[in-house]
């Protein structure tokens, strides 16, 4: 119902009584701070009584307040501009302790990740990791840090890893115009979705390389080109994203290939400690 929702507040408006209609007003016109409104915020901004707002829910054919809210956050969630996410991020934080709000709110979603993450989807994913020819990662916008994390250190531990710049859409095909169905293309994109990562999975998937789709929810627009999907809890702080517990679940992606591929990984990070040993790539203890 989250994408109908505001569609339907402007039909159902001409029947609404006067103090629906102030409601119903102050979703379709700030729906992203409405989103982040308890019931009695809500009601005090319009004037209105909060089990009036807990009414207009109802109404509205959600159940409760809390599920209405939640179709608006979904609404919002790829619609937002960065300036509209700093307007409601001042609203709700004003006045908190900001680091701990920051880091509580992190905490919490590694934990939703954690305890909802599919680890059927998770443990087949490493295994196309691993028996692919050759990994493509892409990750465009604030998903390109995830996505060069991903490819720094899966190359460890995989033979054929490429790193696919997120460039313009032309050119981003072009680095994968050899892909084969012994391929695997892993795909991470968080709202607002990257529409050149979109387009660069659907031809992944003509390609008939396997799709690995790094995303926040099945709603994502790369669920329905993703043979495994892996799910992890992003949202709204500030004007930046929260790449907290997407981290977290690539972390984990590196370690489990780490693992499986542990003699491989081994000969690699010998050969890495002997170079930067010699190239003197870090400061030693004895070091002034």
């Known amino acids: 119902m989250a994408e109908n929702l505001l569609a339907e507040i402007e039909k159902?408006?001409?029947?609404?009584?006067?103090?629906?209609?102030?409601?119903?007003?102050?979703i379709t016109e700030h729906y992203e701070k409405a989103a982040y409104m308890t019931a009695a915020k809500l009601g005090a901004a319009v004037n209105v009584s909060e089990s009036t707002v807990v009414r207009f829910a109802d109404e509205m054919g959600f159940d409760g307040y809390p599920e209405m809210q939640k179709a608006l956050q979904s609404y919002g969630r790829n619609r937002m501009t960065t300036l509209q996410r700093?307007?409601?991020?001042?609203?709700?934080?004003?006045?908190a302790d900001l680091l701990k709000t920051v880091m509580t709110q992190d905490i919490e979603r590694i934990r939703y990740t954690m305890e909802n993450i599919s680890e059927e989807s998770f443990g087949r994913a490493v295994n196309k990791i691993i028996s692919a020819k050759c990994v493509y990662i892409l990750g465009a916008m604030s998903s390109d840090i995830l996505a060069r994390f991903l490819s720094n250190y899966l190359k460890l531990a995989c033979d054929n890893v490429v790193y696919v710049q997120p460039i313009n859409s032309s050119g981003i095909l072009q680095q994968f115009i050899r892909m084969t169905s012994d391929d695997v293309f892993i795909a991470i994109s968080f709202p607002r979705y990257s529409r050149n990562t979109l387009t660069a999975t659907a031809y992944a998937k003509e390609c008939g390389a396997g799709i690995i789709a790094v995303t926040d929810s099945e709603a994502s627009p790369l669920a329905e080109y993703a043979d495994e999907l892996l799910l992890a809890k992003s949202d709204i702080i500030s004007y930046a994203d929260s790449l907290a517990a997407p981290l977290s679940l690539i972390n984990a992606l590196v370690a489990e290939v780490g693992m499986r591929n542990s003699e491989k990984l081994e000969k690699t990070l010998t050969r890495l400690e002997d170079l930067w040993d010699k190239n003197e790539a870090y400061k030693k203890d004895d070091e002034n």
């Open 12 to 26: 159902r408006m001409p029947g609404f009584s006067k103090s629906q209609k102030l409601i119903a007003k102050f």
């Open 86 to 95: 700093l307007d409601v991020s001042s609203d709700r934080f004003a006045g």
